[in-house]
């Protein structure tokens, strides 16, 4: 068989390949991103209720809750 810039020739059948469409996944919300890390921390023992005075071994962060029942994660400490 004949080279072509310095590739082998081949035939078509063994060269030819069917191309599959991407498949992309839809993107997460800030609010599925931000719940996602909230478990991802829960899961870890990483977090606790507000007024938990000292913190535990290996909690990161605590959840405060603000008027109107609204909550937050706030980092308190690296460990």
Same mark, same amino acid.
């Given at each position: 068989?004949? +080279?072509?810039?310095?590739? @082998?020739?081949? @035939?078509?059948?063994?060269?030819?390949?069917? %191309?599959?469409?991407? &498949?992309? !996944? !839809?993107? @997460?919300?800030? +609010? /599925? +991103?931000?719940?996602?890390?909230?478990?991802?921390?829960?899961?870890?023992?990483?977090?606790?209720?507000?007024?938990? /005075? @000292?913190? !535990?071994?290996? &909690?990161?962060? &605590?959840?405060?809750?603000?008027?109107?029942?609204? =909550? %937050? &994660?706030? %980092? =308190? %400490?690296?460990?």
């Amino acid at each position: 068989m004949e +080279e072509l810039a310095g590739l @082998p020739a081949y @035939p078509i059948e063994m060269t030819a390949r069917i %191309r599959k469409p991407a &498949v992309v !996944p !839809p993107m @997460p919300t800030p +609010e /599925d +991103e931000a719940a996602a890390y909230i478990r991802g921390l829960e899961r870890r023992g990483q977090i606790v209720a507000e007024g938990t /005075d @000292p913190l !535990p071994p290996g &909690v990161t962060h &605590v959840v405060e809750i603000r008027k109107g029942g609204a =909550k %937050r &994660v706030k %980092r =308190k %400490r690296f460990s």
